[in-house]
């Protein structure tokens, strides 16, 4: 089943910003092991590993601009942090990676710039910088990024994952999925949620792929204003309009509480659902 809508969406996208204050990640700040080497791009590469503990339910909070995020649920009860940055000397030393952890929640910042630093050089100096993230799985997880390619796997917590140009891709999930980007397209693997999938995924230009279990049951919407919506799953439509597309997966009229919910919008991405 395919179908082109063609009323306005409503796009829920926002920036990237790094703004968080919190502990330097250098060894003598924060206890973690740091590596300087150079980098043959040029420039130079600082390596960065830290381990905090987080609480149960706690959340892990990431802000960064530029390169890579990998972030693995485990079993265990800490956060591993291991994080490879890369720009000139300058720019290592004036802005910095900091990890605040406080209360029941992480935060890791990639772009933490000196102030007073920060005021004579341009706004949009940041560091590139890759991530290898381990958290408990159960835990909660919040990403903004710009650039950055997410991937995340095996969490099963809920999960916040903003981006502007950054490809968005979850395998594993069992939480709600909330995903927005604007020109990237989103990948969403939720087969380990069963029954109940949970998803609100967000672009503007990008596609939307989300695979389901043969058991799922959700009321869906869709809503774009060029994109096409299409299902390998059988869809109990209950209204289809210019632009929006209402429907359900799996038996029964209504909706009840053991019930999950997907809500897909874009402007001229495209929309499918693989099982």
Not at 18 to 39: E, H, I, L, M, P
Not at 116 to 144: G, K
């Amino acid at each position: 089943m395919t179908l082109t809508g063609w009323g306005r969406a409503t796009i829920a996208v926002g920036l990237a910003a790094s703004v968080a204050a919190g502990v330097d990640a250098q060894k003598s700040r924060n206890g973690s092991d740091r590596t300087d080497q150079s980098d043959s791009r040029g420039g130079e590469t600082e390596t960065v590993t830290k381990t905090v503990s987080l609480p149960a339910n706690g959340t892990v909070r990431l802000h960064t601009f530029s390169g890579y995020v990998h972030i693995t649920g485990t079993s265990g009860r800490d956060v591993t942090i291991k994080a490879v940055r890369r720009a000139d000397r300058e720019a290592l030393d004036h802005v910095h990676l900091t990890i605040d952890a406080s209360g029941s929640t992480v935060t890791i910042d990639a772009n933490d710039k000196d102030r007073d630093w920060s005021r004579n050089h341009n706004d949009d100096q940041v560091v590139h910088t890759d991530f290898d993230i381990e958290m408990p799985a159960s835990a909660s997880l919040d990403v903004n990024g710009f650039s950055s390619p997410v991937e995340v796997t095996n969490v099963t917590g809920g999960e916040r994952l903003e981006t502007f140009s950054g490809r968005i891709t979850v395998t594993g999930a069992k939480g709600s999925i909330d995903a927005h980007t604007f020109s990237a397209d989103v990948d969403v693997d939720l087969v380990a949620a069963g029954a109940k999938p949970s998803l609100a995924a967000h672009t503007f230009s990008g596609s939307i792929r989300t695979k389901l279990a043969d058991t799922a049951k959700a009321d869906v919407e869709f809503n774009s204003f060029s994109g096409q919506f299409d299902s390998d799953l059988p869809l109990t439509m209950r209204a289809w309009h210019r632009g929006r597309v209402e429907g359900r997966f799996g038996s029964g009229s209504s909706a009840s509480s053991s019930d999950g919910a997907l809500k897909f919008e874009t402007f001229n991405g495209d929309v499918r659902i693989v099982k």
